[in-house]
């Protein structure tokens, strides 16, 4: 019979959290369930696995991620000695901001399209929500002599544009699964080396990224629709930073509202607050009234759920207010594609008075 090595890392880590093995337990059941999947997890199981028993299938991920929540930085299997044969090291991907997103796209895509579960499977990380918080890399200042490839101009922009549109209109009418495999290819085989190519221009460079950051997002609203929230924040993630990148005006405060209403709407508050009031910040002043009162509906909802009432209530009558005055704005381009109907925005705005009990 093959002796067993205890895992001193796994030990250590859970120590680390101040946790019981059945709080432990029932942490990851809870992300289990998030993920669709019920666990049997208690004490006992946790006790195996410190004295080198190996979590079957996926559980390694949800013990990662409960741990992780639990510690406040990002821990992979690999952390808790569990790496996963032929995914070692892979369970971080794009849950990091790097100095270029399409460093953590790429391999992301690769997985995506050979089916590779770690990522379809991944839970929603609380760590990684308050990465855009604290993003403070100059990417402004990276220079343009490291890109190569074709020049590129406002027509190939203008492209991008049209077949991110018809990706939209399509999961629009079809769902969110319909055309996924298509647009991840896309954006990797076509999309991908036009960001890495040489602009005309630094303009014309801003705008290829907008438009990829645009791409990227909808996929994560597509990842999100089918459940697999961890891979959808990852997504948002890296749509983030190319929004950063591209230095358009108010367009990563749009990626910022979508990952405060991806943590509310899975009952994870944590960071929620900050990332609304911060996206309402970029916004604020500098796009049209229909979308800055989108940015104040959600900012309400955080408010809301955090028990600041007044607040809530206050940010809800300004979005009221913004809607009224909205017919006749220009609209950014960037606004068309990301910002929802007025109807939309009214809709939310009463639900913020449901949550508070304010009918």
């Known amino acids: 019979m093959t002796k067993r090595t205890p895992n001193d890392k796994l030990r250590d880590l859970v120590a680390e959290s101040g946790w019981t093995y059945e709080a432990l337990a029932k942490a990851v059941r809870a992300v289990a369930a998030e993920c669709g999947v019920t666990l049997r997890t208690n004490k006992s199981t946790v006790e195996h696995w410190i004295a080198g028993a190996r979590p079957q299938a996926d559980t390694g991920r949800y013990l990662a991620v409960a741990l992780s929540r639990r510690v406040s930085r990002i821990l992979t299997p690999t952390d808790l000695g569990l790496a996963a044969v032929g995914e070692d090291g892979h369970d971080s991907i794009g849950l990091t901001l790097g100095a270029d997103p399409l460093d953590s796209l790429i391999p992301m895509w690769r997985y995506e399209v050979d089916r590779r579960r770690f990522l379809t499977t991944s839970a929603y990380s609380v760590a990684a929500a308050a990465l855009p918080l604290s993003y403070v890399s100059d990417i402004a200042a990276r220079t343009?002599?490291?890109?190569?490839?074709?020049?590129?101009?406002?027509?190939?922009?203008?492209?991008?544009?049209?077949?991110?549109?018809?990706?939209?209109?399509?999961?629009?009418?079809?769902?969110?699964?319909?055309?996924?495999?298509?647009?991840?290819?896309?954006?990797?085989?076509?999309?991908?080396?036009?960001?890495?190519?040489?602009?005309?221009?630094?303009?014309?460079?801003?705008?290829?990224?907008?438009?990829?950051?645009?791409?990227?997002?909808?996929?994560?609203?597509?990842?999100?629709?089918?459940?697999?929230?961890?891979?959808?924040?990852?997504?948002?993630?890296?749509?983030?930073?190319?929004?950063?990148?591209?230095?358009?005006?108010?367009?990563?405060?749009?990626?910022?509202?979508?990952?405060?209403?991806?943590?509310?709407?899975?009952?994870?508050?944590?960071?929620c607050q900050g990332l609304a009031e911060t996206g309402l910040n970029r916004a604020k002043g500098k796009v049209d009234a229909q979308t800055e009162a989108l940015f104040r509906v959600v900012h309400a909802h955080t408010l809301a759920k955090t028990g600041l009432r007044q607040a809530a209530l206050a940010e809800a009558d300004q979005a009221r207010v913004l809607l009224a005055s909205a017919p006749g704005d220009d609209v950014p381009f960037w606004a068309l594609a990301w910002g929802p109907p007025a109807a939309s925005v009214y809709s939310r705005t009463a639900k913020v008075y449901e949550t508070l009990g304010d009918h």
């Open 144 to 271: 343009a002599a490291a890109r190569t490839g074709q020049t590129i101009g406002m027509a190939e922009v203008a492209a991008v544009r049209d077949m991110i549109t018809a990706f939209s209109e399509m999961d629009e009418r079809h769902g969110g699964q319909h055309g996924r495999s298509a647009l991840v290819t896309y954006l990797r085989d076509d999309v991908a080396p036009l960001c890495r190519g040489r602009f005309r221009s630094d303009e014309v460079r801003r705008h290829m990224l907008s438009a990829a950051s645009r791409g990227v997002h909808l996929l994560g609203w597509k990842s999100y629709d089918a459940g697999q929230q961890g891979l959808a924040q990852r997504y948002y993630l890296q749509s983030y930073a190319l929004a950063k990148e591209s230095g358009i005006t108010g367009h990563d405060g749009f990626v910022m509202r979508t990952m405060a209403m991806q943590g509310l709407k899975l009952h994870r508050p944590e960071h």
